[in-house]
Nanobody, 117 residues
Framework: QVQVAESGGGSVQAGGSLRLSCEFY????????MEWYRQAPGKQRELVAR???????DVADSVKGRFAISRDHASHMVYLQMNSLKPEDTAVYYC???????????WGQGTQVTVSS
């Protein structure tokens, strides 16, 4: 049974930083692409960043240069470092684990990020 759990959301002023954490439960961690999505009120959920077990990353154009994704193999943790936050980054952020074998996504409950101007 695979589960993921996010933490680290909160409220910050524009220009500030936050780091989101996601813990992966299950195995094998290496067989999952780890992803961060976000969903703002009234908008569709969008992919923010993803990282493979080999460390290959893909970051959305809207956050490129400000956000960075990383993963720690030993602790089964995934991080999203968010810098230079803007009010438009306000959303619920979700961690997801995408199985390379089944293509199934396992979602966390989400964590709220609010950026005030």
């Amino acid at each position: 049974q695979v589960q993921v759990a996010e933490s680290g959301g909160g409220s910050v002023q524009a220009g500030g930083s936050l780091r989101l954490s996601c813990e992966f439960y299950g195995s094998p961690f290496a067989m999952y692409v780890m992803e961060w999505y976000r969903q703002a009120p009234g908008k569709q959920r969008e992919l923010v960043a993803r990282i493979t077990d080999g460390g290959i990353t893909d970051v959305a154009d809207s956050v490129k240069g400000r956000f960075a994704i990383s993963r720690d193999h030993a602790s089964h943790m995934v991080y999203l470092q968010m810098n230079s936050l803007k009010p438009e980054d306000t959303a619920v952020y979700y961690c997801a684990a995408l199985s390379l074998q089944t293509r199934q996504n396992y979602w966390g409950q989400g964590t709220q990020v609010t950026v005030s101007s």
